[in-house]
């Protein structure tokens, strides 16, 4: 199947836990976003690399950092989590053309709860 | 700043049209975007508008006018698997990163 797809789909963890979540796209896609949507379903979005360079980096604590092996893999690590790190985490993928990015493929989640 | 408001919930019946409104104020737009989410998925790719007009495709379609910061999805023939929250997006124009801005979303429940 082609598709976004993201490791767990679900993490339960204590606060002050370090943990990592993976995300791959075989889309062909050049660039990749992690969003976080919280409880209010508001979907907001986190970073971006296009072509394993880091194109956005919104205002997030820096115990968030990413890592883009290749341009098919961006995985989020997450240091000394706290309770306001719950959400559901989405990773996404898009193709850029003549300098456009396109519609966004998003993966199935990753629901995060921090005792 | 950037902002983008939808309403939060609607109701609708089966077989009815149901039309959900966003607006946006965005300090720059390079296009508009329509996401569906059903409870605990992913949102998916519906629609994309970046001129002014109606975009068709089959039962929904998409309404831009950027001189009002207005858009609409307007969905016919309404289902019970349309039941769904529905973002909109804009495709933020002020730096070449593709950037969404979402809205907070709109749930819309169709009753039979």
């Known amino acids: 199947d082609t598709a976004v797809s993201q490791t767990p789909k679900y993490l339960v963890t204590q606060m002050g836990n370090d943990k990592s979540i993976k995300c791959e796209q075989n889309?062909?896609?050049?660039?990749m976003y992690w969003y976080k949507q919280d409880s209010k379903k508001f979907l907001k979005i986190m970073f971006s690399?296009?072509?394993?360079?880091?194109?956005i980096n919104e205002t997030v604590p820096n115990r968030f950092s990413p890592k883009s092996p290749d341009k098919a893999h961006l995985n989020l690590h997450i240091n000394s989590l706290e309770l306001g790190d719950s959400a559901v985490y989405f990773c996404?993928?898009?193709?850029?053309?003549?300098?456009?990015?396109?519609?966004?493929?998003f993966g199935p989640g990753t629901r995060l709860t921090v005792l | 700043g950037q902002n983008i408001d939808q309403p939060t919930e609607m109701t609708a019946t089966e077989g009815a049209i149901v039309q959900i409104n966003c607006t946006y104020q965005t300090s720059g737009f390079n296009g508009l975007f329509w996401y569906q989410q059903h409870a605990g998925e992913a949102p998916t790719f519906l629609s994309y508008?970046?001129?002014?007009g109606l975009e068709e495709k089959g039962r929904f379609s998409s309404f831009l006018s950027r001189s009002k910061g207005y858009s609409y999805l307007l969905l016919k023939e309404l289902q019970m698997k349309d039941s769904a929250s529905y973002l909109c997006?804009?495709?933020?124009?002020?730096?070449?990163?593709?950037?969404?801005?979402f809205g907070q979303g709109t749930t819309l429940q169709v009753k039979p």
């Open positions: 889309l062909g896609h050049d660039t």
């Open positions: 508008n970046v001129l002014d």
């Open positions: 996404a993928s898009s193709h850029t053309s003549g300098g456009a990015y396109n519609e966004q493929f």
């Open positions: 690399y296009n072509n394993k360079e880091l194109i």
């Open positions: 997006a804009v495709r933020d124009g002020s730096s070449n990163t593709g950037k969404l801005i």
